[in-house]
């Protein structure tokens, strides 16, 4: 039997809208919403626009501040640091459960992933290689075969996205980015996770390379950049 599909309601638009919106990059981390001006621009009442704020604060994609107002989620330096170590902390699991899940069926999904991250590359569609980053990285949750592990990076991953969206675009960062990912698909396609753990450490860990420079500015006190 054929499922019915359920139309969306107006507040699952207008939060698909505002999600779509805050991790693009279209709304700058930080910046103050307006409920009025958001049910403007999608002609639909403010009752949807508030359920879907609501939604979002939920998410970790928006910050609701009595009295004051909605605003982009922002992070400091050192809760940016602490979302990264948590993000390594799960991939790292990640990668490592997939190889010894199904190693071939990991290595194959990277290998097609990098195909069109190369394809993206060439036609010069930057985002378009930076959603494919995100799949890069959600394919090691896919494989894991551990809903566990899946869920709770489920709770960082658009953040991560988001940011993305804003520090991936630099040209020695997405020249890195796209050097690093072929290195991991090739590591997993050897079977040789010490070196595939060790390239994600770098791709990703906080002290590595352009991402942190253009993160956070300068170095922590307790935490020297290289």
Same mark, same amino acid.
């Given at each position: 039997?054929? /499922?019915?599909? =359920?139309?969306? !309601? ?19 981390? #930080? ?18 626009? =508030? ?8 998410? #970790?994609?928006?910050?609701?501040? /009595?009295?004051? #107002? ?21 991939? !790292?699991? /990640? ?7 199904? %190693? ?86 050897? %079977?040789?996770?010490?070196? /595939? ?7 990703? %860990? ?10 956070? #500015? ?9």
């Amino acid at each position: 039997m054929k /499922a019915i599909t =359920r139309p969306k !309601s107006l507040t699952e638009i207008v939060a698909e809208t505002l999600r779509e919106w805050v991790i693009s990059g279209d709304m700058e981390l #930080g910046s103050q919403l307006s409920e009025v001006r958001i049910a403007q621009d999608l002609s639909v009442s403010r009752t949807p626009v =508030r359920e879907a704020i609501n939604r979002l604060e939920m998410e #970790g994609l928006l910050t609701v501040e /009595a009295q004051r #107002g909605t605003y982009v989620f922002s992070l400091e330096p050192a809760e940016l640091a602490k979302l990264c170590d948590a993000r390594l902390s799960l991939e !790292s699991a /990640a990668l490592g459960f997939a190889m010894q899940v199904d %190693g071939p069926r990991l290595a194959e999904r990277l290998s097609v992933c990098v195909d069109k991250m190369t394809s993206a590359r060439e036609a010069e569609d930057v985002p378009g290689y930076l959603r494919l980053d995100s799949e890069f990285h959600q394919i090691l949750m896919d494989c894991s075969d551990n809903r566990f592990l899946n869920d709770a990076y489920q709770t960082i991953s658009q953040k991560m996205a988001a940011l993305r969206n804003r520090l991936g675009r630099h040209p020695e960062h997405m020249a890195k980015s796209y050097r690093e990912h072929r290195e991991i698909r090739d590591a997993v396609a050897r %079977g040789d996770e010490a070196t /595939a753990q060790a390239i994600l450490r770098a791709h990703i %860990g906080r002290k590595e390379g352009s991402y942190w420079k253009m993160a956070i #500015g300068p170095a922590l006190p307790h935490d020297p950049m290289p």
